[in-house]
């Protein structure tokens, strides 16, 4: 009898605590969802800003973290760290693009972080009002430099005549302004070409909130 006893009340208490088991199973699982649903809210929510104030006006960029998360992060790291501040836009072609993050004013250039890997293979295209990365003939060289496009530049895109540069963001704000600047008078500088006459200076460059 006492057997019989102590078999049923085993058999409770493993019965209560598969209960509970599936009790935190069950809690585990929602709060696993909750945190893949905020995730996703969160990438939902909206890409980074950043706003160039420039001696030209401003320009407003919307970057694409999904799509080309190496590039955004590269870029906001060197707007967070100051390092556009100051900075000009040194080559600029009309029709064509408007170059700048890699020059203080008499052409004197910055140094660097590392290069990062090329991301043009993202599907993204240099339209009209994108923002890519500059780099070298080798694909994996871009570091701070970004040129703005002010034309749809196909010719520039993955696949294309090479691996492509890549496009991480596009002008939301202030369009104009970058057609402005790629219209100013340009000269020769010692090896650099396209340089404007009138320093075009990006006064600085901030994440907007």
Known sequence: MLFTINIVFELALQS????MFKRTLTAAVALLALSSVSASALAAKGDTHVLLTTSAGNIELELNNQKAPVSVKNFVDYVNSGFYNNTIFHRVIPG???QGGGFASEMQQKQTNAPIKNEADNGLRNLRGTISMARTADKDSATSQFFLNVADNA????????FGYAVFGKIV????VVDKI????TKDVGP?????????????AKVLP
């Open 16 to 19: 209560k605590e598969l209960l």
């Open 96 to 98: 064509f693009m408007i």
């Open 155 to 162: 010719f520039l895109d993955h696949g294309q005549r090479d």
């Open 173 to 176: 704000k202030g369009q104009d």
């Open 182 to 185: 790629s219209q100013v008078p």
């Open 192 to 204: 650099y070409q396209n340089v404007p006459t009138k320093p075009v200076v990006i006064l600085s």
